[in-house]
């Protein structure tokens, strides 16, 4: 079994920065890339970036400049580091581990999400 369990989100003004964290536990080696995605009210679930397990980072357009994801290996735990947070980044932040498969491909699991709101 898998566990993302993340941290760290809140209520922020807008301009402020927060850090998401989230561990992961259980049979989850190897891990071949984690991530944040998050899903605002009203809209579909969206990539916000990732890290694969060399070190690779993927971010979306919105948010290239402003966050940075990080990795402890040695912890299994990701992080995702917001400045100048803006409205718009209010949503719900999920985590997102993808677990390499034995014989290919690659199983997919989730945390349950940790609220970020950022007020005007």
């Known amino acids: 079994q898998v566990q993302l369990v993340e941290s760290g989100g809140g209520l922020v003004q807008a301009g402020g920065s927060l850090r998401l964290s989230c561990a992961a536990s259980g049979n989850i080696f190897p891990i071949a890339a984690m991530g944040w995605y998050r899903q605002a009210p009203g809209k579909q679930r969206e990539l916000v970036a990732t890290i694969t397990s060399s070190g690779n980072t993927n971010y979306a357009d919105s948010t290239k400049g402003r966050f940075t994801i990080s990795s402890d290996n040695a912890k299994n735990t990701v992080y995702l580091h917001m400045n100048i947070l803006k409205p718009e980044d209010t949503a719900v932040y999920y985590c997102?581990?993808?677990?390499?498969?034995?014989?290919?491909?690659?199983?997919?699991?989730w945390g349950q999400g940790t609220q970020v709101t950022v007020s005007t």
């Open positions: 997102n581990a993808l677990l390499s498969r034995a014989g290919g491909g690659s199983d997919e699991h």
